[in-house]
């Protein structure tokens, strides 16, 4: 079925080791987003693209770095991580124009 | 003061029962609306789109409320599988950077 589809599902990390977390989508849309979840807080973005080669910033991108350097792929990296960053990990994937966004199921990642 | 604001819940209610849910966003230039529905563990799904003149889609009423910045769900007729959180999403443009409220968890029961 066509959609957003993100790896891993789940991930246990140790304090300062890195990881890169994939998100792929088949729909050919423009723009794509990761979003962290955490209790209490809602969906907070993280970092986001508009389009093939180009990143922005959101709401909370310390400590993650993102590329986007095929359209329908979207990786968003941790170079050390940290405790703070345990949380769950949604990708989603939109079209100017195009009503709501398309997520992905999430990665539960915790960091020990 | 938060982009999205939604009542804090949860909100625990009978079979049956007419449920509402309220929520306030903070920028006057927002254009886009919409209400999605997180099941327990799950990602967040579109539930429906909220316009100026208010719209039904079956149980689920949605109304915006632009001179107050104000949105509303309401559900008639509770269903044990309405038990979800359901999130308010404001965006200044169709389909890029939405912004989530931090969600009203709603629990129906038996």
């Known amino acids: 079925n066509a959609g957003v589809t993100q790896t891993p599902k789940f991930r246990v990390l140790k304090t300062g080791q890195s990881m890169t977390l994939l998100c792929a989508q088949d729909?050919?849309?423009?723009?794509m987003y990761w979003y962290r979840q955490d209790p209490g807080m809602g969906l907070r973005l993280i970092h986001y693209?508009?389009?093939?080669?180009?990143?922005a910033k959101g709401e909370v991108p310390d400590g993650y770095n993102v590329s986007r350097l095929k359209k329908q792929n979207f990786l968003l990296g941790l170079e050390s991580a940290a405790p703070s960053q345990t949380s769950v990990y949604f990708c989603?994937?939109?079209?100017?124009?195009?009503?709501?966004?398309?997520f992905g199921s999430g990665t539960r990642l915790t960091v020990v | 003061r938060k982009e999205v604001e939604q009542d804090p819940g949860p909100f625990n209610v009978p079979e049956g029962a007419t449920v509402a849910f309220n929520c306030t966003y903070s920028?006057?230039?927002?254009?886009?609306f919409f209400w999605y529905r997180q099941d327990c563990r799950k990602e967040p799904k579109l539930l429906m789109s909220?316009?100026?003149s208010g719209n039904e889609d079956g149980r689920f009423t949605a109304q915006l409320n632009r001179a107050s910045q104000y949105i509303s769900l309401l559900i008639r007729d509770s269903k044990l599988s309405d038990s979800a959180t359901y999130l308010c999403?404001?965006?200044?443009?169709?389909?890029?950077?939405?912004?989530f409220g931090p969600g009203t968890r709603l629990s129906v029961l038996p």
């Open positions: 729909m050919n849309h423009e723009y």
């Open positions: 693209s508009v389009g093939e080669g180009t990143t």
């Open positions: 999403v404001v965006a200044l443009n169709y389909g890029q950077n939405f912004v």
């Open positions: 909220v316009y100026s």
């Open positions: 989603a994937s939109s079209q100017a124009g195009m009503i709501g966004y398309t």
């Open positions: 920028n006057s230039a927002s254009q886009s």
